[in-house]
T-cell receptor, first 110, second 113 residues
Framework: QQPVQSPQAVILREGEDAVINCSSSKALYSVHWYRQKHGEAPVFLMILLKGGEQKGHEKISASFNEKKQQSSLYLTASQLSYSGTYFCGTPGGSNYKLTFGKGTLLTVNP | DAEITQSPRHKITETGRQVTLACHQTWNHNNMFWYRQDLGHGLRLIHYSYGVQDTNKGEVSDGYSVSRSNTEDLPLTLESAASSQTSVYFC????????????FGAGTRLSVL
């Protein structure tokens, strides 16, 4: 079942912060985050594992609450290079495939 | 460097024609995936394979087929192309660990006229 992302789109000015949420109706073992810049392939950002572990990438961090079946991506002091579409992906138990959300379009303006 | 390549990058075809999109990876990954990306739908899984001779249907598999004869390649075939299959197609691969990182190819933009 496809995870639900919110918001669908967000526009920021450089230096502002943003939060992107990902929620699932089924139990989660982990959550993956990918970023796709316009016209390019999705690129892996980070994996969040059970236990509420937080990961970081540049000034991007994320949290995972397996009880609430949701993850949040935090973009701090956004840069122009953060613009793109962010996808969360959830694996189905122990298998290898991911189900991706519909994505959140992030636009950072000067 | 290891990589995953897709060809062609752009393709225009006519309805009813058979089309094959190539995907080749040099990571020696057992897992390979095909997605289509359409506005408002995100990435949807078409087919996937966990090893040679293994293929599985994803959520939008109708009208598509794959075959896996070696570790490196997973070609995607549209048996009889339809306008609804106009999309951007991405291939990805990953190692044999549950929920492992997927590495994506650059994509193929397919237009069916």
């Amino acid at each position: 079942q496809q995870p639900v992302q919110s918001p669908q789109a967000v526009i920021l000015r450089e230096g502002e912060d943003a939060v992107i949420n990902c929620s699932s109706s089924k139990a989660l073992y982990s959550v993956h985050w990918y970023r796709q810049k316009h016209g390019e392939a999705p690129v892996f950002l980070m994996i969040l594992l059970k236990g509420g572990e937080q990961k970081g990438h540049e000034k991007i961090s994320a949290s995972f609450n397996e009880k609430k079946q949701q993850s949040s991506l935090y973009l701090t002091a956004s840069q122009l290079s953060y613009s793109g579409t962010y996808f969360c992906g959830t694996p189905g138990g122990s298998n290898y495939k991911l189900t991706f959300g519909k994505g959140t379009l992030l636009t950072v303006n000067p | 460097d290891a990589e995953i390549t897709q060809s062609p990058r752009h393709k225009i075809t006519e309805t009813g024609r058979q089309v094959t999109l190539a995907c080749h990876q040099t990571w020696n990954h057992n897992n390979m995936f095909w997605y289509r990306q359409d506005l408002g739908h995100g990435l949807r899984l078409i087919h996937y394979s966990y090893g040679v001779q293994d293929t599985n249907k994803g959520e939008v598999s109708d009208g598509y087929s794959v075959s896996r004869s070696n570790t490196e390649d997973l070609p995607l075939t549209l048996e009889s192309a339809a306008s609804s299959q106009t999309s951007v197609y991405f291939c990805a691969s990953s190692r044999d660990r549950a929920g492992d990182i997927q590495y994506f190819g650059a994509g193929t933009r397919l237009s069916v006229l």
